[in-house]
């Protein structure tokens, strides 16, 4: 079995490490001369691919499809930036993928609502904008206030502003630096207004074959936002699986595979971010790719045949049927928010023994070298601190989130005030976990979620 991974720069080459682990021989591609181009970011993820885990490292997309002398089981992206690449090789070497001339259907913001509204689903009302535009006039012919401005090609929460005023949206928009290349590695040339999306946000992981998917997880969102006030509310704040079986979940299931299916996805993984709003889910965004960080390797904690093993087996395994992922163990991921930048030196002999004392702390996952400058965290691609809690019941784990915070939190400028949210966090965490669990639909924390 060989795969060729196309950019694997957005969970530090886990999805690699995992292939390895069942046999699989990894080649990559990377592209390390857009990497460089991220700015502040392209540290981080220069170190994210580790060039000792691949037989082959292609320069190029051309150098890739050169290639006579290997025969590939699969192509997958490793990251957003490799998405198109990927779905390109794939087509070239005659494998299972995606169609190259649907790629906008997944990348693109705006283009990915035009397509589900066609279809009769859920959409946001959505319109691409130039550096030209009237953007004031635009945004009072789509409803007015508040509406969202954001990249027509970004992830993370990248660039994404909340306007409730014209003369909020004109200050967002005298600030976008118009051509600037965006860690997706897209030239910022035009962006999207959005409709504001009152509700709560999930994530729907999906992997497909053959135009067929299985659910791998499930998650809610808990932004910024929704625990203080908040610069940057779109900022996630933590992650918790769910079970998928919940009426909540099979909502969002269903209508994510309905998206899944109109943007034309047919084979790997997805992930989709959707609103519940009162009328039901309604999508912020799809990202075809497996989902970024380190989360894949810990939803194991929280499913069986969780996400990376039908990865595997839609890859490599193509005769098994597909199956969905089963719910057995509540987890929660913790992103560190930095309000401001900062050095960090690294953590102190004390803080590591300390932190190791936390029972249901199963990772603290440090995204920056020590004696580095962080910036204050704007997206998911400034949080320089994840920790992954789990294998405890739900009030001790929340405990231990916030002696995490505790512990680390000032080395980081973080604000977040968890010690006056952790038994609220804890009750959305028990509601989410009910077989029952309605709650979330009723929930309208006041702000709109974009990724």
Not at 62 to 68: C, G, H, I, L, V
Not at 283 to 290: F, P, Q, W
Not at 358 to 384: K, M, Q, W, Y
Request: proline share 5%.
């Amino acid at each position: 079995m060989r795969c060729l991974l196309v950019n694997p720069v957005s969970n530090g080459s886990l999805l690699a490490r995992y292939l390895i682990s069942r046999g699989v021989t990894c080649d990559a591609v990377i592209e390390l001369d857009k990497v460089a181009k991220m700015g502040a970011v392209s540290e981080a993820r220069q170190s994210d691919f580790d060039g000792s885990l691949y037989e082959r490292i292609y320069r190029s997309e051309d150098d890739a499809s050169s290639a006579e002398d290997v025969s590939y089981d699969a192509v997958i992206a490793g990251s957003e930036n490799g998405v198109a690449t990927a779905e390109r090789l794939a087509q070239h070497f005659g494998l299972p993928g995606n169609d190259p001339d649907t790629t906008l259907y997944r990348t693109d913001k705006a283009v990915m609502q035009e397509v589900l509204r066609a279809a009769g689903l859920q959409s946001a009302t959505t319109r691409r904008v130039f550096k030209g535009d009237d953007v004031v006039a635009i945004a009072a012919a789509l409803g007015g206030y508040p509406i969202i401005l954001k990249p027509a090609a970004s992830a993370g929460s990248e660039g994404v502003v909340l306007c409730t005023t014209p003369k909020e949206l004109l200050t967002a928009w005298a600030a976008i630096d118009w051509g600037a290349f965006s860690p997706t590695w897209h030239d910022n040339d035009s962006f999207v207004l959005q409709s504001y999306l009152e509700g709560p946000e999930f994530c729907v992981d999906l992997v497909a074959k053959d135009g067929l998917f299985a659910v791998s997880a499930i998650s809610r969102y808990i932004r910024c936002g929704e625990l203080a006030a908040c610069e940057f509310p779109f900022v996630k704040a933590f992650k918790i699986p769910c079970p998928i079986e919940t009426p909540t979940s099979q909502k969002l299931a269903a209508y994510a595979k309905s998206c899944a299916e109109v943007l034309a996805v047919r084979e790997g993984p997805l992930h989709l971010e959707a609103i519940f709003t009162s009328n039901g889910p309604v999508l912020v965004e799809v990202g075809a790719r497996l989902h970024g960080t380190q989360l894949p390797s810990f939803l194991r904690h929280s499913y069986q045949h969780d996400l990376l093993e039908q990865v595997f087996e839609a890859y490599f395994k193509r005769d098994l049927p597909l199956s969905d992922a089963v719910f057995t163990t509540p987890i929660v991921q913790r992103y560190v928010v930095a309000t401001k930048e900062g050095h960090f030196k690294g953590l102190t002999p004390s803080i590591e023994q300390e932190l190791k004392k936390l029972d249901t702390c199963l990772a603290n996952v440090i995204s920056i070298p020590n004696g580095s400058i962080f910036p204050r965290t704007e997206s998911l691609f400034d949080v320089p601190v994840q920790g992954f809690f789990g294998g405890g019941e739900i009030g001790q784990i929340w405990r231990d989130v916030l002696a995490h915070q505790d512990l680390i939190g000032d080395l980081f400028h973080e604000a977040l005030a968890l010690e006056d949210q952790t038994e609220k966090l804890g009750a959305i965490h028990q509601k989410l976990i009910c077989p029952t669990a309605l709650a979330p639909i009723s929930e309208k924390p006041n702000d709109h979620a974009a990724l």
